[in-house]
Nanobody, 116 residues
Framework: QVQLVESGGGSVQPGGSLRLSCAAS????????MGWYRQAVGDQRELVAV???????KYGDSVKGRFSISRDNAKNAVYLQMNSLKPEDTGVYYC??????????WGQGTQVTVSS
């Protein structure tokens, strides 16, 4: 049973930085994309950043220029470097892996709180 394990969340002041990590506990073949989504209280889950197998990257409009996604194929891991954090970045961050044949996995979520 494959599981995605996230780490790196926490509390930070506005303007600060955090780095999230997500790694698969087992082997996943045929990965189509690896990405991050977030959900604030009372809001729908939204895209933060996604990296496709061919190398293309898509960022949510609100994080462009501040967040950066990267991956380590050997470790089946994906990372999210978050800089210049704002209070509106607060929420639960989930990693997501999708495979070509249509399956997907979600991490358990990690809380990010940006507050002074």
């Amino acid at each position: 049973q494959v599981q995605l394990v996230e780490s790196g969340g926490g509390s930070v002041q506005p303007g600060g930085s955090l780095r999230l990590s997500c790694a698969a506990s087992g082997s996943i073949f045929g990965i189509e994309s690896m990405g991050w989504y977030r959900q604030a209280v009372g809001d729908q889950r939204e895209l933060v950043a996604v990296m496709f197998n061919g190398g293309a990257i898509k960022y949510g409009d609100s994080v462009k220029g501040r967040f950066s996604i990267s991956r380590d194929n050997a470790k089946n891991a994906v990372y999210l470097q978050m800089n210049s954090l704002k209070p509106e970045d607060t929420g639960v961050y989930y990693c997501n892996y999708r495979i070509v044949v249509g399956g997907e996995w979600w991490g358990q979520g990690t809380q990010v709180t940006v507050s002074s």
